[in-house]
């Protein structure tokens, strides 16, 4: 099965919304009451985040592989990219908090396989550090799938 690159991105952003609304998920943040607001590329959320918030941002990074033969006699690519999590913790609540970040980011992505072929590695996380007001935590975590065009 194949996909463009835009239900690619929409099938990224389902899956941290899956892991984000999951009964173990924004609510088990420690001393979080209010549902932080997630941004996905260019789209905001309904209300800009308090300045005591947290947030994420979640962006979907494509680049293409040469032409690869799938057998079937039509031109086939391989499309590969990453997809990150930055998540933002006001500095002074530690980063118990932000642990538990990153953990909603690897039940969303890592070692992660769909159904339609769309396929997830390993996740990595960098800790960018302090900006501004925030502490800055980044994930990135690789995938591919057959984009036939």
Known sequence: MSLNSGQARELLYEMWDDAWNATDGWEALPGVSVEPPVYYENIAPDEAPRTSAIKVEIHVQHSD???????????????????????????????????????????????????????????????????????VIRTVTPFEYEDAR
């Not at 609540?93 to 932000?98: E, F, K, N, R, V």
């Not at 980011?105 to 900006?131: C, I, K, P, S």
């Open 65 to 135: 592989k040469p032409m690869e033969s799938f057998g079937d006699g039509r031109p086939n690519y391989k499309a590969v990219g990453f997809v990150v999590a930055r998540l933002f913790v006001p500095k002074d609540q530690g980063l118990t908090l932000a642990d538990s970040m990153v953990n909603i980011a690897r039940r969303a992505f890592q070692g992660r396989r769909a159904d339609n072929g769309l396929v997830l590695r390993g996740l990595t996380v960098n800790e960018e550090g302090a900006q501004d007001r925030w502490f």
